[in-house]
């Protein structure tokens, strides 16, 4: 229970079906350094889940993971900074803390299944594998959160609201008198949304200037074929300088400190070897929007290894993106993919999940 509706809900309707629930809030994050002013505190947070154990007279308990999840979530989400990468701790999270360490916690208080109140399905196949769906209320779908989940930690998951709309869940928290019916979305999800990324970032990477190169919209280094392109110094031209290539990301508008003549500049690729960061004009630039990406095949997870398989399927880079139809290939280092129409903003690091026509989420992977 994170002391927000969602789970607020599941833990009543699982009670209401008979199961024994207990509460569980965990705190993942000390450090207050860069924490934006006036975001919710996590005791807060706490104080609101354990309101809502009390109204279902759940057993409630706390426990502090914030050793573990900074080992686990935010060293490597630094780790990935520096590489030039971005990462996302979320998927990461609920790999290594909600459905490992938090789960192992749950499982010494007896606990047989740990339910969380994502916004997913899960199944069973004819064959006994676990299927993990998309969410109902399409708006709110989180499956793509849970692209690294394996089939032993699916089978020790419980979504009761996944098959809810999220004004459904809001109405049965008021009906049922929760503390938390009204209370806001959670926007990031663990610490990224509570802290003011680059006063972050910057406590442990190193700011160190560079330039910053534009690339014309006509340079004939196309970025829509798989091989590897990348730009180099001699594509385009030095408009300005930057702090440190791995505090850029693929897409960027803001913080470049540079604009362009016509159009606002975009990043189109960092080097964090060579500390250079790579930028085009405008939305349309060729070098935004890329036909393909491949995952290399340390970094490839079948949720369903009962069916590794090319072919078609949906693809989605990033949360919330709609899915974009496109064709899996499997080579023998990897996997590649693409994409019906080209897409905006494919970024190192960070997951594309795959999902099969009736939307079960069938694997996912680290862009490289
Ligand atoms: N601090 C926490 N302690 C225990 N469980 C948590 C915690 N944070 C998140 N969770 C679990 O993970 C689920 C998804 O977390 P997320 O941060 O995405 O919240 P959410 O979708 O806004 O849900 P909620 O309304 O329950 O906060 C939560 O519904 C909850 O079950």
Redesign the pocket.
């Given at each position: 229970?994170?002391?927000?509706?969602?789970?607020?809900v599941?833990a009543y309707l699982l009670k209401k079906q008979g199961y024994q629930v207990i509460g569980?809030?965990?705190?993942?994050w000390h450090d207050t350094t860069g924490t934006l002013a006036g975001d919710c505190p996590?005791e807060d947070?706490r104080m609101f889940?354990e309101l809502v154990a009390k109204k279902l007279d759940i057993e409630f308990h706390y426990i502090d993971l914030s050793d573990e999840y900074n080992r686990r979530v935010v060293d490597y989400m630094f780790a990935e900074y520096e590489r030039g990468r971005t990462p996302n701790p979320d998927v990461l999270c609920n790999r290594e803390i909600?459905f490992d360490a938090?789960l192992k916690a749950a499982l010494k208080l007896g606990a047989d299944y740990v339910?969380?109140?994502?916004?997913c399905r899960k199944a069973i196949a004819e064959n006994g594998f676990f299927r993990l769906l998309a969410g109902l209320d399409k708006n709110k779908d989180?499956s793509y959160?849970l692209c690294q989940l394996s089939q032993q930690q699916l089978n020790m998951a419980l979504f009761p609201i996944g098959e809810l709309e999220k004004s459904q869940v809001r109405q049965i928290a008021a009906e049922q008198g929760l503390a938390?019916a009204a209370r806001k979305?959670?926007q990031g999800?663990?610490f990224v949304g509570k802290v003011d990324l680059p006063i972050f970032l910057q406590q442990k990477l190193r700011a160190v200037k560079g330039d910053i190169i534009e690339i014309p919209a006509d340079c004939p280094r196309r970025h829509g074929e798989f091989e590897a392109c990348k730009y180099s110094r001699e594509d385009g031209w030095k408009v300005g300088e930057h702090n440190g290539a791995h505090f850029f990301t693929v897409g960027q508008r803001k913080g470049l400190g540079v604009g362009g003549k016509v159009e606002p500049l975009f990043v189109l690729q960092t080097d964090t070897a060579e500390n250079i960061i790579y930028v085009g004009m405008g939305e349309s630039h060729p070098g935004l929007n890329r036909e393909g990406l491949f995952i290399a095949r340390n970094d490839v997870h079948w949720i369903r290894p009962d069916l590794q398989k090319g072919g078609r399927y949906m693809v989605r880079i990033r949360y919330r993106q709609p899915l974009q139809e496109a064709t899996l290939t499997i080579a023998d280092d990897g996997i590649f993919i693409r994409f019906d129409s080209p897409q905006r903003g494919i970024t190192c690091g960070q997951f594309a999940a795959w999902y099969s026509q009736d939307e079960e989420l069938i694997g996912s992977g680290v862009i490289s």
């Open positions: 229970m994170s002391g927000g509706v969602d789970s607020s599941a569980l809030f965990m705190r993942n996590w947070d889940a909600k938090f339910a969380t109140g994502h916004y989180q959160f938390t979305d959670s999800i663990c």
